[in-house]
T-cell receptor, first 116, second 111 residues
Protein backbone atom coordinates (compact mmCIF):
# COMPACT_ATOMS: atom_id res chain seq x y z
CA UNK A 1 0.00 0.00 0.00
CA UNK A 2 1.27 3.46 -0.92
CA UNK A 3 2.26 5.56 1.99
CA UNK A 4 2.59 9.34 1.84
CA UNK A 5 3.92 10.75 5.06
CA UNK A 6 3.79 14.38 6.08
CA UNK A 7 6.19 15.26 8.83
CA UNK A 8 3.79 17.19 11.08
CA UNK A 9 0.03 16.93 11.71
CA UNK A 10 -0.15 20.30 13.47
CA UNK A 11 2.19 23.26 13.27
CA UNK A 12 2.02 26.72 14.83
CA UNK A 13 4.35 29.40 13.50
CA UNK A 14 4.74 33.13 13.87
CA UNK A 15 4.32 35.71 11.13
CA UNK A 16 7.56 36.18 9.21
CA UNK A 17 9.04 32.79 10.07
CA UNK A 18 10.40 30.50 7.36
CA UNK A 19 8.39 27.28 7.43
CA UNK A 20 9.27 23.90 5.96
CA UNK A 21 6.62 21.24 5.31
CA UNK A 22 8.04 17.86 4.44
CA UNK A 23 6.47 15.04 2.48
CA UNK A 24 7.86 11.58 1.74
CA UNK A 25 6.35 8.83 -0.42
CA UNK A 26 7.51 5.23 -0.53
CA UNK A 27 6.24 4.03 -3.92
CA UNK A 28 8.77 5.53 -6.33
CA UNK A 29 6.13 7.84 -7.79
CA UNK A 30 7.31 10.37 -10.37
CA UNK A 31 4.67 12.99 -9.59
CA UNK A 32 4.31 14.89 -6.34
CA UNK A 33 1.94 17.70 -5.46
CA UNK A 34 1.23 20.25 -2.76
CA UNK A 35 -2.34 21.45 -2.23
CA UNK A 36 -3.88 23.71 0.37
CA UNK A 37 -7.42 23.16 1.55
CA UNK A 38 -9.65 25.91 2.89
CA UNK A 39 -13.36 25.74 3.81
CA UNK A 40 -15.57 26.50 0.84
CA UNK A 41 -12.62 26.65 -1.56
CA UNK A 42 -11.78 22.98 -1.89
CA UNK A 43 -8.24 21.98 -2.74
CA UNK A 44 -6.03 24.41 -4.60
CA UNK A 45 -2.78 23.39 -6.24
CA UNK A 46 0.30 25.25 -5.04
CA UNK A 47 3.20 23.50 -6.77
CA UNK A 48 3.91 20.15 -8.37
CA UNK A 49 6.88 18.18 -9.58
CA UNK A 50 7.28 15.53 -12.26
CA UNK A 51 10.87 14.60 -11.51
CA UNK A 52 13.81 15.26 -9.25
CA UNK A 53 14.89 18.91 -9.25
CA UNK A 54 11.91 19.77 -11.41
CA UNK A 55 9.04 22.00 -10.25
CA UNK A 56 6.10 23.77 -11.78
CA UNK A 57 3.75 26.39 -10.41
CA UNK A 58 0.16 25.51 -9.70
CA UNK A 59 -2.72 27.90 -9.28
CA UNK A 60 -1.58 29.70 -6.14
CA UNK A 61 2.24 29.65 -5.92
CA UNK A 62 2.69 33.15 -4.50
CA UNK A 63 4.44 33.11 -1.13
CA UNK A 64 5.59 29.50 -1.53
CA UNK A 65 8.52 27.63 -2.98
CA UNK A 66 9.34 23.92 -3.24
CA UNK A 67 12.30 21.62 -3.32
CA UNK A 68 12.70 18.13 -4.73
CA UNK A 69 16.25 16.93 -4.28
CA UNK A 70 15.30 13.24 -4.05
CA UNK A 71 12.52 11.39 -5.84
CA UNK A 72 10.74 10.37 -2.66
CA UNK A 73 10.77 13.76 -0.93
CA UNK A 74 8.95 16.98 -1.82
CA UNK A 75 9.23 19.97 0.49
CA UNK A 76 7.00 23.03 0.62
CA UNK A 77 8.61 26.22 1.89
CA UNK A 78 6.84 29.30 3.15
CA UNK A 79 9.53 31.94 2.76
CA UNK A 80 7.94 34.39 5.23
CA UNK A 81 4.79 33.01 6.80
CA UNK A 82 1.72 35.21 6.88
CA UNK A 83 -1.63 34.79 8.61
CA UNK A 84 -3.40 34.19 5.28
CA UNK A 85 -1.31 31.04 4.89
CA UNK A 86 -3.09 29.46 7.84
CA UNK A 87 -4.57 26.37 6.22
CA UNK A 88 -4.55 22.60 5.83
CA UNK A 89 -1.69 21.53 3.56
CA UNK A 90 -1.98 18.25 1.70
CA UNK A 91 0.79 16.43 -0.10
CA UNK A 92 0.03 13.85 -2.78
CA UNK A 93 1.90 11.59 -5.17
CA UNK A 94 1.09 9.56 -8.26
CA UNK A 95 2.88 7.53 -10.90
CA UNK A 96 3.19 8.65 -14.49
CA UNK A 97 0.69 6.58 -16.49
CA UNK A 98 1.32 8.05 -19.92
CA UNK A 99 0.99 11.35 -21.71
CA UNK A 100 -2.48 12.88 -21.37
CA UNK A 101 -3.66 10.54 -18.64
CA UNK A 102 -3.86 10.76 -14.88
CA UNK A 103 -3.33 8.08 -12.32
CA UNK A 104 -4.98 8.34 -8.90
CA UNK A 105 -3.41 10.59 -6.31
CA UNK A 106 -2.29 9.18 -2.97
CA UNK A 107 -2.57 11.73 -0.19
CA UNK A 108 -0.87 12.21 3.12
CA UNK A 109 -2.97 13.01 6.19
CA UNK A 110 -2.25 16.71 5.96
CA UNK A 111 -0.51 19.35 8.04
CA UNK A 112 -2.73 21.90 9.73
CA UNK A 113 -0.65 25.07 9.85
CA UNK A 114 -1.58 28.03 12.00
CA UNK A 115 0.31 31.29 11.53
CA UNK A 116 -0.13 33.77 14.36
CA UNK B 1 -9.32 28.09 -10.82
CA UNK B 2 -12.10 25.66 -9.96
CA UNK B 3 -12.73 23.09 -12.67
CA UNK B 4 -15.15 20.77 -10.91
CA UNK B 5 -18.02 21.96 -8.76
CA UNK B 6 -20.01 19.55 -6.59
CA UNK B 7 -23.68 19.78 -5.84
CA UNK B 8 -25.16 19.77 -3.26
CA UNK B 9 -22.69 21.30 -0.82
CA UNK B 10 -24.18 19.24 2.01
CA UNK B 11 -26.40 16.17 2.10
CA UNK B 12 -27.93 14.40 5.09
CA UNK B 13 -29.64 11.01 4.74
CA UNK B 14 -30.67 8.02 6.81
CA UNK B 15 -28.66 4.83 6.88
CA UNK B 16 -29.80 2.49 4.11
CA UNK B 17 -30.81 5.27 1.74
CA UNK B 18 -28.98 6.10 -1.47
CA UNK B 19 -26.85 9.24 -1.76
CA UNK B 20 -26.30 11.05 -5.05
CA UNK B 21 -23.73 13.76 -5.57
CA UNK B 22 -23.16 15.70 -8.76
CA UNK B 23 -20.13 17.33 -10.31
CA UNK B 24 -20.00 19.84 -13.14
CA UNK B 25 -16.86 20.96 -14.94
CA UNK B 26 -15.96 23.52 -17.56
CA UNK B 27 -13.37 22.27 -20.03
CA UNK B 28 -12.71 19.02 -21.85
CA UNK B 29 -11.17 16.23 -19.81
CA UNK B 30 -9.36 12.93 -20.24
CA UNK B 31 -10.83 11.49 -17.08
CA UNK B 32 -12.69 12.37 -13.92
CA UNK B 33 -11.98 11.01 -10.46
CA UNK B 34 -13.90 10.88 -7.21
CA UNK B 35 -12.28 11.05 -3.77
CA UNK B 36 -13.48 10.74 -0.18
CA UNK B 37 -12.11 12.64 2.80
CA UNK B 38 -12.85 11.68 6.35
CA UNK B 39 -12.72 14.50 8.86
CA UNK B 40 -9.17 15.70 9.50
CA UNK B 41 -7.58 13.20 7.11
CA UNK B 42 -6.20 13.15 3.59
CA UNK B 43 -8.23 12.26 0.53
CA UNK B 44 -8.70 8.68 -0.59
CA UNK B 45 -9.23 7.77 -4.22
CA UNK B 46 -12.55 6.03 -4.94
CA UNK B 47 -12.98 5.66 -8.68
CA UNK B 48 -11.71 6.96 -12.02
CA UNK B 49 -13.86 7.21 -15.14
CA UNK B 50 -12.37 7.95 -18.53
CA UNK B 51 -13.90 10.39 -21.00
CA UNK B 52 -14.94 7.55 -23.32
CA UNK B 53 -16.81 5.73 -20.53
CA UNK B 54 -20.37 6.50 -19.50
CA UNK B 55 -20.75 4.46 -16.35
CA UNK B 56 -18.54 2.65 -13.88
CA UNK B 57 -19.22 0.57 -10.78
CA UNK B 58 -17.14 -0.26 -7.75
CA UNK B 59 -18.91 -2.08 -4.93
CA UNK B 60 -21.69 0.21 -3.70
CA UNK B 61 -20.42 3.08 -5.84
CA UNK B 62 -21.78 3.96 -9.25
CA UNK B 63 -20.33 6.81 -11.28
CA UNK B 64 -21.76 8.24 -14.47
CA UNK B 65 -20.17 10.68 -16.87
CA UNK B 66 -21.91 12.82 -19.47
CA UNK B 67 -19.27 14.67 -21.46
CA UNK B 68 -21.88 16.50 -23.55
CA UNK B 69 -23.22 18.10 -20.37
CA UNK B 70 -19.81 18.24 -18.71
CA UNK B 71 -21.18 16.53 -15.63
CA UNK B 72 -20.73 13.45 -13.50
CA UNK B 73 -22.63 11.87 -10.64
CA UNK B 74 -21.58 9.62 -7.78
CA UNK B 75 -24.21 7.31 -6.35
CA UNK B 76 -23.62 5.49 -3.07
CA UNK B 77 -26.20 2.78 -2.56
CA UNK B 78 -27.40 1.44 0.80
CA UNK B 79 -25.41 4.05 2.68
CA UNK B 80 -23.82 3.38 6.06
CA UNK B 81 -22.81 5.67 8.90
CA UNK B 82 -19.18 4.99 7.90
CA UNK B 83 -19.86 6.70 4.55
CA UNK B 84 -20.07 10.02 6.40
CA UNK B 85 -17.34 12.11 4.78
CA UNK B 86 -16.68 14.81 2.22
CA UNK B 87 -16.68 13.75 -1.41
CA UNK B 88 -14.74 15.53 -4.12
CA UNK B 89 -14.62 15.24 -7.86
CA UNK B 90 -11.36 15.99 -9.63
CA UNK B 91 -10.67 16.60 -13.28
CA UNK B 92 -7.53 16.85 -15.33
CA UNK B 93 -6.93 19.73 -17.67
CA UNK B 94 -6.73 17.99 -21.00
CA UNK B 95 -3.09 17.14 -21.53
CA UNK B 96 -1.88 18.39 -18.16
CA UNK B 97 -1.00 15.88 -15.46
CA UNK B 98 -2.35 17.77 -12.49
CA UNK B 99 -5.88 17.48 -11.13
CA UNK B 100 -8.28 20.25 -10.19
CA UNK B 101 -10.66 19.59 -7.31
CA UNK B 102 -14.09 20.97 -6.56
CA UNK B 103 -15.14 22.26 -3.16
CA UNK B 104 -16.80 18.99 -2.19
CA UNK B 105 -20.08 17.60 -0.89
CA UNK B 106 -20.34 16.93 2.84
CA UNK B 107 -22.35 13.72 3.27
CA UNK B 108 -23.81 12.84 6.65
CA UNK B 109 -25.38 9.40 7.08
CA UNK B 110 -27.54 9.21 10.19
CA UNK B 111 -27.77 5.86 11.99
Amino acid sequence: DVKVTQSSRYLVKRTGEKVFLECVQDMDHENMFWYRQDPGLGLRLIYFSYDVKMKEKGDIPEGYSVSREKKERFSLILESASTNQTSMYLCASSFFSGQGTNSPLHFGNGTRLTVT
Amino acid sequence: SQQGEEDPQALSIQEGENATMNCSYKTSINNLQWYRQNSGRGLVHLILIRSNEREKHSGRLRVTLDTSKKSSSLLITASRAADTASYFCATDRGSARQLTFGSGTQLTVLP
